[in-house]
């Protein structure tokens, strides 16, 4: 497991590879309102923006398919920190939404 912070006045944790099966986690120290994540489209991703630890088809993540390349979610929390993980070795992006 790697941990990224994102701290404020910065915008992302760019061009991060997953390992297979193991969590990443990124935080953010500042308020955000929306999270993009973009990934290279070669394995699917599943994630949580709510700290909780996700799991490869977990039905409590998001997921970004392969061949897809970015998605953009909403967060409740005030600093959130999204975990991810895949069953291949993406390379991804994390960062507030423009």
Request: charged content about 10%.
């Amino acid at each position: 497991m790697t941990s990224y912070p994102i701290a404020a006045g910065t915008n992302a944790a760019h061009d991060k590879t997953l390992v297979a099966s193991t969590v990443d986690t990124v935080t953010f120290a500042a308020q955000v309102e929306q999270i993009k994540i973009w990934t290279d489209g070669t394995a699917a991703v599943y994630f949580t923006v709510d700290g909780t630890t996700p799991t490869v088809s977990g039905s409590h993540c998001f997921k970004i398919p392969a061949t897809v390349l970015s998605e953009t979610v909403n967060v409740q929390t005030m600093a959130p920190t999204v975990k991810l993980v895949s069953a291949g070795t993406p390379v991804y992006s994390v960062g507030v939404a423009p």
